[in-house]
């Protein structure tokens, strides 16, 4: 077997020293770049890879980030991972990622089993019971971004403003005269439901309307859970005729529901997404979607960790708040349409 070339063999090439071969492969210090060019050359030449252990046992840094999200299988958090992992590769980063499963002790075992592997950062998304002094505690150690939960001290993250999208969200409904209004959001504790679930609240409040809290459902995100709640509401004598749900599995298990109790959109119930996806917009009718744009939370994640990383920003209190927005589209339609549950040939449209 050939041996493997060394950097010695690589400096021999390049007809530079050993010194300036490892701060040209490294691009550290002061290094000219036709220097580089050589260096860079004779690497690739010899098959020359650098030591990942011993690079950072120089360096201090492995190069590697963590990510912990609920579920990277869910579209709104695929687009979000595919924005980090973008902008950290352009910076010459890799990202190391696993799915929490919405479990606080699994999430505190991959942490350990990140921080065992030297990853340099952490980007955490919400995670069932959370603890801003966790990630404090975390933040000793390591850079530590919270994307969409609560964190305190001199940590730094990005929030979506999921309290006014879901304030405009019932703001649009109530114009339409529904005030049977089912919200179902994942969680009443973790950050993105508490918000909705108060814009929800003020919503109603600035009418005066009362609220039926049954219609509040803050569970698991999971498309049996929806079914049947859906279901249940859609049969009772006094049902809902909207519903304000998150965009993935509970969007999905809304929608069967009401192909199973005979209900139509816009005809009989108005249907809004929390997070637009392909769903969404394909469905027929389309669904009228509350939306944020996702690849600009992965890159500003992604760039708050790479900022700390160089130490750009000193260490301090730093959140990055993004808008969102109600796309109108064919799924809400007002309560004296909503509320006739007969056929009808014409479907009109909302202005």
């Known amino acids: 077997m050939k041996p493997k070339a060394t950097i010695r063999d690589v400096a021999r090439a ?32 010899l098959g020359y890879e650098a030591d990942a252990v011993a690079q950072s046992m120089r360096t201090g840094s492995t190069g590697v980030v963590g ?28 990202l190391l990622l696993a799915s929490t499963h919405n479990n606080a002790q699994r999430e505190r075992t ?3 089993l990140f921080r065992r592997r030297r990853v340099d950062g952490l980007i955490l998304g919400p995670c069932e019971a959370e603890s801003p002094e966790y990630l404090a505690r975390l933040a000793a150690d390591m850079p530590v971004i919270a994307l969409d939960r609560d964190f305190e001290g001199d940590n730094a993250g990005v929030h979506v403003d999921h309290y006014h999208g879901a304030l405009q969200a019932t703001r649009y409904l109530l114009n339409l005269g529904h005030t049977r209004i089912v919200l179902m959001t994942p969680g009443s504790i973790l950050r993105p439901g508490r918000e909705r679930i ?57 929608l069967l529901a009401l192909r199973h109790a005979g209900r139509t959109m816009p005809e009989d119930v108005s249907v809004i997404s929390i997070g ?6 394909l469905f027929n009718p389309s669904i009228t979607s509350l939306t944020w744009d996702l690849p600009a939370v992965g890159t500003a994640a992604a760039e708050l960790l790479l900022q700390r990383l160089s130490g750009q920003t000193p260490p301090r209190h730093e959140r990055l708040l993004l808008t969102t927005q109600l796309v109108m589209r064919e799924s809400c339609g007002p309560l004296a349409r909503a509320a006739t549950t007969g056929p009808r040939k014409l479907a009109l449209r909302p202005s």
């Open 110 to 112: 991959l942490v350990d």
């Open 67 to 94: 990510m912990l999200v609920s579920d990277f299988a869910n579209p709104l958090y695929a687009r979000i991972i595919t924005a980090v992992e973008t902008r950290l590769f352009a910076a010459g980063t890799a």
């Open 276 to 281: 637009d996806t392909d769903m969404s917009e």
């Open 14 to 45: 390049a007809g530079v020293s050993v010194s300036t071969a490892s701060r040209a492969m490294n691009r550290a210090g002061r290094v000219s770049a036709d220097a580089i060019v050589a260096v860079t050359r004779a690497a690739r030449d």
């Open 198 to 254: 108060a814009g929800y609240r003020d919503a109603f409040a600035e009418r005066g309307v009362p609220i039926d809290p049954t219609l509040i459902r803050a569970e698991k995100s999971a498309m049996d859970f929806a079914f049947s709640e859906a279901l249940s509401l859609l049969g009772s004598s006094d049902a809902p005729t909207a519903f304000l749900c998150l965009g993935t599995r509970i969007l999905s298990g809304v």
